[in-house]
């Protein structure tokens, strides 16, 4: 059988940065570790494994570089690190990231809440981390987060965040994400938006990153690839959250695109079995229940028992 | 401003009736009154308000009677009550049911579960019902139940799904529902059957009822309604589940479909504050949780107080 390796939709998993970060218990170093290293054999060729900011703003994840150094890398796997400014980025590169993530918000005012600078104080500090990473093997994407809306100022004007991706290109960074930070995004907006952005940079540079707040992560994922887009961010068991909306849910669950693009014939080359076992784990890991579907559910193909009518 | 109603989404509201029938606690008779109550103000212009089954077999909806004549109908809404067979029917024509739901599974040996008789005997009792209701004012809906997938068998045949729809049509149902029970079906399942059975019957008569048992029920319902489906069945909260899938998630959630909606511009005709106040009070109501994501997280447009800057 020929595949069609364009039609291939590539899945980065986010569960230990952006799952972890909001988890209100302490997840041992040597779990995160475990997590990692399960998602390595899973099928994955990214994996987002820590964040370098202050341990202040994030205590969840201040042990980033023994998480990095504690990890057995898989060949084909980049493992990308979240950083904010010139010093985040130095510990990520001394705890040997394959790629920096840079984040930055759409909105004035989310950046202000979320990175306690302005956009162009934002857009500074990324220059300071491109000259330092110049002539290194790390790769950089940069992050647009409120993309689709900002849970302060409403709705986000698409001719910003189209400025937004020219600025990120001409500074040379290699790939970028359109974040649905808080989940405001719908199809209908994601596919005018992803059409625009991807007259602009190849599919494999893009990524999108749903969460589920408000239900709507698959149908936006959907959207974005028929706009054909390729890469999509997405947390096991459907990990992380939102401090704005609590009780909602988080990042899309990985499993469950998982099998959504099993069902409908798109290829992820990740083993669905393997992650379902890795979901059904965290419950008991971090003491609460999670809001992916499949792994309460089942795959389609786990067929049920059938009753015995002569009961009835 | 001119409104293209061909594009409008009737939404049927079914928490009275599947989403009530599952609950583990007794909803007293005036409860479920004014719940129903509240939603006929909601904009709904059908609401599913009952089963007239076997006592035995739902306890939770035994008062069927008591419901439908307690109710404050509103003009413009259609009251449908869901029957297996002609007592059902002879039941909800007293009680004053404008339409009777029959219901039938695709599967064999899911009918046998659900319905303790063949297809062919289903079949048969359905022509038991068109026949005592000959001349009647009643509406007649058939539903085809494990539609896209049975718990038991597993993948459905389509060709055995148009042929029951071709069989409903001959018997002179006036609307057929293709049902999703147990949430197995697919966005590219979904498109292909529903343009073929579109083309046997206009979108007025086809309703789509999903499950969001594994998270794909918007999904399921954008790939109905851009394949020209009309009419979706959902239950606000997401009320409803599956006895197979303890923890999933049960019937597509109302508000969220209809802020999906919203949010495309896609007319609906629904209140969404509205339908939001009464979610919000259905855990009370009932004494757990709802999937429900909307009622959690908000509208979009509900903004968060800008953080105080300074004391960052």
């Known amino acids: 059988m020929i595949r069609d390796f364009s039609e291939r939709l590539i899945v980065q998993e986010v569960s230990p940065r952006d799952g972890l ?35 202040k703003a994030i205590p ?39 790629e920096l993530n840079l984040v930055m918000s759409a909105s004035q005012t989310h950046n202000r809440a979320n990175m306690r600078m302005s956009c162009e104080a934002s857009l500074a500090a990324f220059d300071t981390v491109l000259e330092r990473v110049r002539g290194e093997s790390v790769l ?14 409403g709705a986000i004007d ?3 965040v189209v400025q937004i991706v020219d600025t990120y290109l001409e500074m040379g960074m290699q790939g970028i994400t359109l974040a649905d930070t808080t989940g405001m995004a719908n199809p209908r907006q994601v596919q005018r938006l992803v059409k625009r952005v991807l007259s602009r940079l190849p599919a494999a540079a893009l990524t999108l990153h749903f969460h589920n707040t408000r239900g709507l992560g698959l149908c936006n994922v959907l959207a974005a690839y028929e706009a054909g887009a390729r890469r999509f961010d ?35 080359g990740i083993d669905l079995p393997g992650l379902l076992a890795i979901s059904r784990r965290l ?21 049920h028992p059938i009753p015995d009518f ?3």
């Not at 060729?45 to 820590?50: A, C, F, P, Y």
């Not at 947390?235 to 998982?258: H, K, M, R, Y």
Request: glycine share 14%; with cysteine; charged share 20%.
């Open 21 to 55: 970060q909001i988890e209100p218990s302490w997840v041992e170093t040597a779990d995160k570790i475990a997590l990692i290293d399960e998602l390595s054999l899973a099928g994955f060729s990214r994996i987002e494994g820590g964040s370098f900011v202050s341990p």
């Open 60 to 98: 969840a994840l201040r042990d980033g570089e023994a998480v990095f150094r504690g990890i057995r890398r898989q060949s084909g796997v980049i493992y990308v690190a979240l950083v904010p400014n010139l010093k985040g980025a130095e510990r990520a590169l001394a705890a040997g990231a394959d």
């Open 140 to 153: 950089l994407n940069a992050s647009i987060a409120t993309t689709f809306g900002c849970p302060f100022e």
């Open 158 to 160: 698409e001719d910003r």
């Open 234 to 268: 997405a947390a096991v068991g459907g990990l992380g959250g939102c401090p704005f909306a609590p009780g909602a849910s988080g990042n899309i669950c990985t499993e469950d695109l998982v099998n959504l693009c099993d069902q409908m014939g798109i290829e992820t």
């Open 283 to 303: 419950p008991a890991l971090l003491g609460h229940e999670l809001p992916g579907q499949v792994a309460k559910a089942g795959r389609n193909c786990d067929l």
């Open 310 to 312: 002569s009961l009835g």
